[in-house]
């Protein structure tokens, strides 16, 4: 699993299309080290911010959606409560693009 989550942490130019397949099809072990990752940008956002080609939040945000995992749902909205040049650098175009259909995936009745 460790092998996969490194070889999406980066935007080397080619879709890891092979390894979000293998994400997909072991979703239950995935989806704790996908919640890290959101975690992980959280906390500590100029450690992201600091590496430009970084993109594992995005395949994160977009594999737990499909999942409909419900615990990155206050993640999430933490996440899009950052200061706004936070979260554009963070998500760019996929603010509007995707937020919107994330958090209806993964929404609780915890409004």
Known sequence: MQSILESIRYN????PHNELQQLIQNKDEAIPHL??????????????????SRIDLLYA????AQFRETRVYPLLIKLLSLPD???DAFLGECITEGAGR???SV?????
């Open 12 to 15: 080397n130019g080619k879709f």
């Open 35 to 52: 919640l890290s990752i959101v975690e992980e940008v959280i906390d500590i956002p100029d450690a992201y911010i600091d590496e430009s």
């Open 61 to 64: 945000l977009y594999l737990l």
């Open 85 to 87: 040049d936070l979260v």
């Open 102 to 104: 994330m958090l209806a």
């Open 107 to 111: 929404c609780t009745d915890d409004i």
